[in-house]
Antibody
Framework: QVQLQESGPGLVKSSETLSLTCTVS??????????WTWIRQHPGKGLEWIGY???????HSNPSLKSRVAMSVDMAKKQFSLHLSSVTAADTAMYYC???????????????WGQGTLVTVSS | QSVLTQAPSASGTPGQRVTISCSGS????????VSWYQQVPGMAPKLLIY???QRPSGVPDRFSGSKSGTSASLAISGLQSEDEADYFC???????????FGGGTKLTVL
């Protein structure tokens, strides 16, 4: 059973870069079978897709965040990462990493999720 | 404001059947598959339905999904107290070139 676990600072200062890592265990991160995904949820609100990173290293980001988002994958460590630059209070949210199956192309079939990590942006 | 529209709340009594709707458009729900997620308070979302009407293994058959035109629905029959949660629909949007979620429906079991 694959497990995903987010890690990173819970507090980031405004205008700085939020950096999170997701570690995958109990399953493969390679093989082209999955998109590795970041999703966030503002307090008491709905879900917002941040983007996909593929095991090739290519990425696809939410157009509304694209200018501030960078994602990468480290196959050897079985990790993928999110960097969100120039953060503001509006970026305070629970951040989830998740796995999507490529058999469904870019469709949002997120079959495994991390438990989430709360990131607060302070001024 | 979410591109996929869901009623903010729904309710039912134990044993009842409830339906949650997700309204989209010709750029998202119309041409693309819909997924549904269940989120119990304090937990990560869980995949409930994919490809409009398919259940992952382990999801009870009390949960069913359907799609017609630019709308999708999640039905829960034999409602149980443990079904009290937030439910989100999701789809790819061809115009936005990204994944979009509905705003979520909070289901209360009375």
């Amino acid at each position: 059973q694959v497990q995903l676990q987010e890690s990173g600072p819970g507090l980031v200062k405004s205008s700085e870069t939020l950096s999170l890592t997701c570690t995958v265990s109990g399953g493969s991160i390679a093989g082209g079978n999955y998109h590795w995904t970041w999703i966030r949820q503002h307090p008491g609100k709905g879900l917002e897709w941040i983007g996909y990173v593929y095991d090739s290293g290519s990425t696809h980001s939410n157009p509304s965040l694209k200018s501030r988002v960078a994602m990468s994958v480290d196959m050897a460590k079985k990790q993928f990462s999110l960097h969100l630059s120039s953060v503001t209070a509006a970026d305070t949210a629970m951040y989830y990493c998740a796995r999507a199956q490529t058999i469904f192309a870019a469709a949002p079939v997120f079959d495994s999720w991390g438990q989430g990590t709360l990131v607060t942006v302070s001024s | 404001q979410s591109v996929l529209t869901q009623a903010p709340s729904a309710s039912g009594t134990p044993g009842q059947r409830v339906t949650i709707s997700c309204s989209g458009s010709r750029s998202n729900v119309g041409p693309n598959i819909v997924s549904w997620y269940q989120q119990v308070p304090g937990m990560a979302p869980k995949l409930l339905i994919y490809s409009n009407d398919q259940r992952p293994s382990g999801v009870p058959d009390r949960f069913s999904g359907s799609k017609s035109g630019t709308s999708a629905s999640l039905a829960i029959s034999g409602l149980q107290s443990e079904d009290e949660a937030d439910y989100f629909c999701a789809a790819w949007d061809d115009s936005l070139h990204g994944v979009i979620f509905g705003g979520g429906t909070k289901l209360t079991v009375l």
